[in-house]
């Protein structure tokens, strides 16, 4: 349906020829009218569009004979105010915009085609299409998705095109698209040839236009020049929209496009179907384009239809600067983060920021004054549907905590900002420490540094350059490798394995307490040594290079009395950067198992260095444990689910004198306070991936939704058989079909918290919250994990990988591992592991040494190696941890309280126990 008429000028139109109605039974908004639609083609600037309603073509109809009516109401001068108006509305936008009737048409096997008419074309004429590809007549106004026993999409395209149709394959690599289908079935390539290369055939739709990277997935496969693909095809793409507006992130994965979010632009000489068939049947393929668009629409998209989220934020230009400011401040406390200012609506349009440049000098100068330290803003201008936006993108360059000029200290909390409280405070003051606060070398507490040996301090990248400064008995600044000699370029070569990731520092030391040993080697007949040094929350803070032995302390010869050298063998060649005398002996490993480790090497209080003892080898490494989860006085222990599926909380207090605690079992959420919620609630990390949706359509295709950790953003579905064998994606699709049912034997358990699969540079974590749901968090970067997370591995100071045997694989694997490399992931199946002993790393490095993803055996999984908690508690091991409250509130634990639920109702409840 059209009331326009031919320009005569040739420009590029937007075109989307994929849009449903709520004519199609699976549309996601029923409530919704055809202005609605219209509209929304209008503010999307769409200048043809096409009604594409599954097997009828009934929307587009409804449509039609709603104008019929308006206007027969109009010329027997029955209509009301409203309906003229409504009617006028139609008239502008069919003025305006380019309706052309369809349908979306499911062919045997299930592969979808789209076709096109003209708007003269008679409903009666698109139906007996229908009729004649094998749609039932009872079915040509229901919209259904699913038709049997139809025309096999070959025979379609034919049927389609003599009607009069353009005929384009819908979806073409995506779900019931047409090179999927014959991907999915097994079939031969004649059959994909003839899917994709018919003469009948139009143009290809895809998804994914610029990031499937797929062999026949690809639309730059289709260009003509591949063997036996030689007909060049015109490759578009369509919105499939199934709402009227996308999909707020999260919700409805498998239709999340709305109207225009995905269109193609043709160069015509008129706006009609006429001159758009006539391009399709000729040789301008420059004469088609497909805009990618930018990240950051999709971005303002996302905050403007769903919701803000803890490092977005959507502000408008009539908000206070000062609040906005407090925004910037809470997401320097956060790491940083993104607020666009602008995209609010206002009466259905965007609002928009009218002097762009008067409101970034004036936000400039209130985040100048309020906040301390000064934040980094990059702000941009962008252009979003007819109005400039500001994207403030936040920066934190300094380590937290960042304060308004007030003395206020603002964090995001879910999706407000709000002064922090006592406990974030501390957390924020322990992250700081953490990552980079005052070393203990500074002030000579802790540490009593060796008095030969070079350390690295600093390292700068200048001019493609490296420049570094080295201590040396004294501080020498921007020494580069070139001006380096002897122990300093032995310094510098190892630093730059371990930061360039040749070489992994975890996996190499022998620790005693905080002190460790990386490597001992000789030089001229002497040992030296390369010693590191952890700090109180076990992140490595000094690495001293080339340490002689008359330069060592108390301490560092107690972590040495059994590692020196006597007589040995040298490895053939020095060490790179080293001297010509200068040889390596063997790699030195700690041999002692994890658990074996814990007792051998306690935290050492405080400038109390640790003894070194002789380690039981013999003895089995154990996983698998729980323990109890302390703040101030109140503890949690674990969260299980009744019968009935409620959430039940295994809780505790500290007694106020003593060093007893009174225990509260099975206790309902609704008698527990906001504030020991809070204290159960655990943010998400920032590291890792999330198997956010995991289903097999009715197509039998397996498609997994996944949530990148690091940003909080969705992926769209993935269908199994595009997940690259070995990647983290992989991994996690895997492993998720394994914790359907979490085996909670094989986590170590803190509280609510818990960690499984531990691997040299990541694990996975697990998370139960207060509904008693689990949430799998798979490949976290240990080095990226903070509070929380990072308390939780600090339970076990034993924590390590449990590697297979490199080599030649000496430990058998066990039934568990077995199955593992046996899981089929849908239709197709995913990689079980590498294959020809090669196989890609979780940080995406390759590897060749025979290990398969997740390439370490699971400790619980050996014999012998599960320790039952139940005996534990029965032998009294189970005790709560001796923690340091530093700042941390304190729970109220009134001396009447009996463990019964009357009182237990009173005081659990009661808001100030946490404080």
């Not at 060049?232 to 498998?254: E, K, L, N």
């Not at 000789?522 to 590191?532: A, H, I, M």
């Not at 290990?851 to 534990?872: D, T």
Request: glycine share 10%.
């Amino acid at each position: 349906m059209t009331l326009s008429s031919p320009t005569g000028q040739t420009r590029w139109l937007r075109i989307d020829l994929h849009i449903h109605t709520p004519a199609s039974e699976d549309y996601a908004e029923q409530g919704v009218t055809f202005l609605d639609i219209l509209h929304e083609a209008e503010r999307r600037g769409l200048e043809i569009i096409a009604f594409t309603d599954h097997n009828t073509v009934a929307g587009y109809e409804r449509m039609q004979r709603e104008v019929e009516f308006l206007e027969q109401l109009a010329q027997t001068r029955r209509s009301t105010p409203a309906d003229h108006q409504e009617l006028e509305e139609y008239y502008r936008l069919l003025r305006k915009i380019t309706v052309l009737p369809g349908f979306e048409f499911t062919s045997h096997y299930g592969a979808h085609v789209l076709a096109i008419f003209p708007p003269a074309t008679p409903i009666s004429l698109i139906e007996a299409t229908l009729l004649q590809l094998g749609v039932p007549a009872d079915k040509l106004k229901a919209g259904s998705t699913s038709v049997p026993d139809t025309e096999h999409v070959t025979n379609a395209y034919e049927i389609m095109a003599k009607a009069g149709a353009l005929v384009i394959a819908a979806h073409a690599n995506g779900p019931g698209g047409v090179i999927t289908e014959t991907l999915r079935m097994g079939t031969s390539g004649q059959a994909r040839i003839a899917a994709t290369q018919s003469l009948h055939l139009s143009a290809l739709e895809f998804v994914n236009f610029y990031t499937d990277h797929g062999t026949f997935t690809n639309p730059a496969f289709y260009n003509g020049r591949t063997e036996h693909y030689e007909r060049p095809m015109f490759c578009i793409q369509g919105s499939d929209a199934h709402r009227v507006r996308r999909a707020p992130s999260g919700t409805d994965a498998a239709h999340k496009h709305g109207i225009g979010d995905r269109y193609f632009e043709a160069l015509l000489a008129e706006q009609s179907f006429a001159a758009l068939k006539g391009l399709f049947r000729s040789q301008d393929f420059d004469h088609v384009r497909v805009p990618k668009r930018d990240q950051k629409q999709w971005e303002i998209d996302q905050l403007r239809f769903g919701q803000a989220t803890e490092r977005q934020v959507l502000r408008s230009e009539s908000d206070p600067t000062e609040h906005i400011a407090r925004d910037v401040a809470a997401l320097c406390n956060m790491g940083g983060g993104t607020i666009i200012v602008g995209a609010v609506d206002n009466g259905g349009v965007v609002q928009g920021v009218s002097r762009p440049d008067q409101f970034a000098a004036q936000l400039r100068a209130v985040v100048e004054q309020e906040i301390e330290p000064a934040p980094n803003l990059t702000l941009e201008l962008m252009r979003y549907e007819g109005r400039h936006v500001i994207r403030v993108e936040v920066g934190a360059p300094h380590l937290p905590p960042y304060v308004s000029r007030n003395g206020v200290l603002y964090v995001r909390r879910g999706t407000q900002t709000v002064p922090a409280t006592r406990g974030e405070i501390v957390q924020l003051a322990r992250r700081a420490l953490a990552e980079g606060g005052t070393s203990p070398l500074d002030n000579g507490q802790d540490l009593e540094l060796p008095r030969s040996g070079v350390e690295i301090v600093d390292a700068q990248r200048r001019n493609g350059e490296w420049l570094y400064e080295i201590r040396d008995l004294r501080t020498t600044p921007g020494v580069s490798r070139e001006r380096a000699q002897g122990l300093w370029q032995y310094a510098i070569a190892r630093h730059e394995d371990l930061r360039d990731g040749r070489v992994d520092l975890y996996s190499h030391v022998t620790w005693a307490g905080r002190l460790g040993l990386l490597r001992a080697y000789q030089q001229g007949g002497r040992t030296k040594f390369d010693l590191v040094h952890r700090d109180a929350n076990g992140v490595i803070d000094h690495i001293f290079y080339g340490v002689s032995d008359w330069g060592l302390g108390e301490a560092w010869n107690m972590l040495l009395a059994g590692v020196r050298p006597g007589e040995h063998e040298t490895t053939a060649g020095a060490r790179r950067g080293g001297d010509e005398n200068d040889q390596s002996l063997p790699e030195l490993k700690d041999e002692r198992s994890p658990t074996v480790e814990r007792g051998l090497y306690p935290r050492p209080t405080r400038g109390e260095p640790a003894p070194v003892v002789t380690p039981l080898l013999n003895e089995e490494p154990a996983f698998g444990d729980r323990r109890w989860r302390w703040r101030g006085r109140g503890g949690v222990w674990r969260i299980s689910r009744a019968a009935n599926g409620a959430p039940r909380f295994h809780v505790a207090m500290k007694h106020s004198e003593g060093d007893g605690f009174q225990e509260y079992k099975d206790v309902p959420r609704e008698k527990l306070s906001d504030v020991w919620l809070r204290f159960i609630r655990v943010p998400r990390p920032r590291t890792g991936i999330e198997v956010v949706a995991d289903t097999v359509g009715d197509d039998g295709v397996r498609r997994i939704t996944f949530r990148d950790l690091r940003h909080g953003e969705l992926s769209a579905p993935w269908r199994a058989e595009e997940l690259k064998e070995g990647s983290v994606r992989e991994y996690a699709a895997r492993m998720h079909m394994v914790d359907a049912q979490l085996d909670e034997s094989g986590v170590r358990w803190w509280g609510n918290l818990g960690y499984m699969r531990p691997m040299r540079s990541q694990v996975d974590l697990v998370y139960r919250d207060d509904d008693g749901v689990d949430h799998i968090y798979y490949a976290a970067r240990r080095e990226d994990l903070r509070d929380d997370w990072a308390e939780l591995l600090a339970q076990w100071p034993d924590e390590g990988a449990s590697k297979l045997d490199e080599g030649t694989g000496s430990r058998p694997a066990t039934a568990t591992a077995q199955v593992l490399g046996r899981v089929a992931v849908g239709a197709g199946g995913v990689g079980s592991g590498a294959k020809n002993g090669s196989t890609t790393r979780l940080d995406g490095r390759s590897s060749n040494r025979g290990e398969s993803m997740p390439g370490y055996v699971r400790p619980w999984s050996r014999p012998g190696s599960r320790r039952a908690v139940g005996q534990e508690r029965a032998a009294g091991v189970l005790q709560p941890q001796r923690q340091e409250d530093e700042g941390l509130p304190v729970l109220k634990h009134p001396a009447a309280l009996q463990p019964d639920n009357q009182s237990l109702s009173q005081h659990l409840g009661d808001p100030d126990l946490l404080k």
